[in-house]
């Protein structure tokens, strides 16, 4: 079995303060581990993704998160938030077997402070 | 290159009525997902098909709910005799499958159903 927990459902920055989301995930095999986000009535956009290459991994819009097995977290991070970073934010698992279903966490609202 | 879409994009009903949502994937995907995502939570999966096959479902999944990719192309989820519990958006996303390797999941902007 395979879950994702995220810590805070709610995280309130200041424009240019450093971003961190914090993700923590059970699998009984090595996972595949992905950050989204989703705008108000839309879609989810994937951000990055760690599929057991490099532990440190760089994604879109200047986001980047690290895989660290002993601790099972995937923490998003961004160095200096930017307004349109407003969204929710999304971390999931895939594990076990090949039909790459994802399991999601409850998801951390981003709010971005002017 | 169009990306996963799906009509309608608002869905309002009343309880005991049937409703039928379409999912559209990226035309060379080869898998098609199926996940519900309600209010306050992250989507949970549903269903997924390879080609026209349904490969696996969901407990979520109850008798009321039906999944179809006739062609292995577009797919309908048919809810019969709606819940006001059913209210939730509905997410599909595609992806390609080649044996081996994982590759993303595109999703599409989502159903929401609300069940009066």
């Known amino acids: 079995a395979q879950s994702v927990t995220q810590l805070g459902s709610h995280v309130s920055v200041s424009e240019g303060a450093l971003v961190l989301l914090r993700c923590n995930y059970s699998?009984?095999?090595?996972?595949?581990l992905f950050w989204y986000v989703q705008y108000p009535n839309q879609g989810l956009q994937l951000l990055l993704k760690?599929?057991?290459?490099?532990?440190l991994v760089k994604g879109i819009n200047g986001f980047e998160a690290e895989f660290k097995k002993s601790e099972t977290s995937f923490h998003l991070t961004k160095p200096s938030a930017h307004m349109s970073d407003a969204a929710e934010y999304f971390c999931?698992?895939?594990?076990?077997?090949?039909?790459?279903?994802?399991?999601f966490g409850k998801g951390t609202l981003l709010t971005v402070n002017p | 290159d169009t990306g996963v879409s799906q009509d309608p994009r608002h869905k309002i009903t009343k309880r005991g009525q049937n409703v039928t949502f379409r999912c559209d994937p990226i035309?060379?995907?080869?898998?098609l997902y199926w996940y519900r995502q309600t209010l306050g939570q992250g989507p949970e999966f549903l269903t997924y098909?390879?080609?026209?096959?349904?490969?696996?479902k969901s407990r979520l999944l109850s008798d009321r709910f039906s999944a179809e990719r006739p062609k292995g192309s577009f797919s309908t989820l048919e809810i019969q005799r709606t819940e006001q519990g059913d209210s939730a958006m509905y997410l599909c996303?595609?992806?390609?499958?080649?044996?081996?390797?994982?590759?993303?999941?595109?999703f599409g902007p989502g159903t929401r159903l609300t069940v009066l």
């Open positions: 699998s009984s095999v090595p996972p595949y």
């Open positions: 035309s060379e995907h080869n898998r």
């Open positions: 996303a595609s992806s390609s499958w080649t044996g081996g390797a994982y590759n993303e999941q595109f």
């Open positions: 999931a698992v895939s594990s076990g077997g090949s039909n790459y279903k994802l399991t």
């Open positions: 760690y599929t057991s290459a490099a532990t």
């Open positions: 098909f390879q080609n026209e096959a349904q490969l696996e």
